[in-house]
Nanobody, 114 residues
Framework: QVQLVESGGGLVQPVGSLRLSCAASGIVFSTYDMGWYRQAPGKQRELVAT???????NFADSVKGRFTISRDNAKNRVYLQMNSLKPEDTAVYYC????????WGQGTQVTVSS
């Protein structure tokens, strides 16, 4: 059974930081491209950042220079370091594994508010 379990979300003040983590099981992690997506209330789910099997990264323009994505194949984990957070970053953040099949986690809430 494939599981993607996100953690690290929460409430943070503007310009603060959070680090999201996604633990994967049931897949050969190193063969999957991994990503983070987010969905704000009333909006469509959108790409935040991806990291390929070869660790090539891609970011949405809205988070470039503020967010970084990394992966640890030994631990089957992918991380999203979020700095200089803004209220508009408030959303549910989802982990995605894209390879032989496509899988999603359940999401973790990130709220940026003073």
């Amino acid at each position: 059974q494939v599981q993607l379990v996100e953690s690290g979300g929460g409430l943070v003040q503007p310009v603060g930081s959070l680090r999201l983590s996604c633990a994967a099981s049931g897949i050969v992690f190193s063969t999957y491209d991994m990503g983070w997506y987010r969905q704000a209330p009333g909006k469509q789910r959108e790409l935040v950042a991806t990291i390929s099997r070869g660790s090539r990264t891609n970011f949405a323009d809205s988070v470039k220079g503020r967010f970084t994505i990394s992966r640890d194949n030994a631990k089957n984990r992918v991380y999203l370091q979020m700095n200089s957070l803004k209220p508009e970053d408030t959303a549910v953040y989802y982990c995605n594994a894209n390879g032989l099949r496509n899988y999603w986690g359940q999401g973790t809430q990130v709220t940026v508010s003073s």
